[in-house]
């Protein structure tokens, strides 16, 4: 598998796509902002993503934005410059396109769908934040969440509990990092369940 960088023109605003000849499908990530994609839920989608033999795009912007610009134009902007990236990409005929965001990923990720002409992205939204919830009530994704998670209370869970567009896999009492506090094995458990997840999407 060969990689090669996809540059913005911002430089803190890049994808590294890992690639083969004969895959069929593209598999993007957008990580959050303390959560990259050598951290555990990202690490292993990728490696799921691989092992399905899909090209996967990581892409970088931690040095761009930060939680103060959630909301804000540079959001905008960002997701503005990935779309720019991704359009480079589509000229292989992928069968299928996965967005998986993760916390402020989840975000972007939805902000750079509405900026594309691709009507078959299908989406995993890990830990999402508030601003993400158009996103989610607005197309067919899956939404991954603990019932602790401090940036997605219990009322927004409760929202995409009525729309029969989203599939729901919540962990109880798990954290925003999909953890839960003093107890390794069961978060080993709570990883094991989103892998599978992810290597059942990503066929």
Request: net charge positive; proline share 1%.
């Amino acid at each position: 598998m060969n990689s090669k960088i996809f540059q913005s023109k911002y430089k803190e605003v890049f994808g590294t796509l890992y690639a083969s000849e004969d895959s069929k499908a593209l598999v993007i990530i957008f990580p959050g902002i303390n959560y990259d994609h050598n951290k555990p839920l990202l690490y292993y989608a990728k490696k799921a993503a691989v092992q399905n033999n899909n090209d996967v795009l990581c892409i970088s912007y931690k040095d761009k934005i930060s939680w103060e610009d959630i909301g804000k134009a540079s959001t905008e902007d960002v997701a503005s410059e990935i779309a720019y990236i991704i359009e480079k990409l589509i000229n292989k005929n992928y069968k299928s396109i996965y967005f998986l965001g993760k916390s402020i990923g989840t975000q972007i990720a939805g902000l750079t769908a509405s900026k594309l002409n691709i009507h078959n992205i299908e989406f995993i939204y890990l830990t999402p934040i508030e601003q993400t919830l158009k996103y989610i009530i607005d197309r067919k994704c899956t939404v991954v969440v603990g019932t602790k998670d401090e940036f997605f209370k219990s009322n927004y869970i409760n929202t995409i509990k009525e729309h029969k567009n989203v599939s729901l896999m919540l962990f109880e009492g798990a954290n925003h990092s999909l953890e839960i506090k003093n107890d390794v094995i069961k978060n080993l458990r709570i990883l094991e369940n989103v892998v599978k997840l992810y290597v059942d999407f990503f066929k």
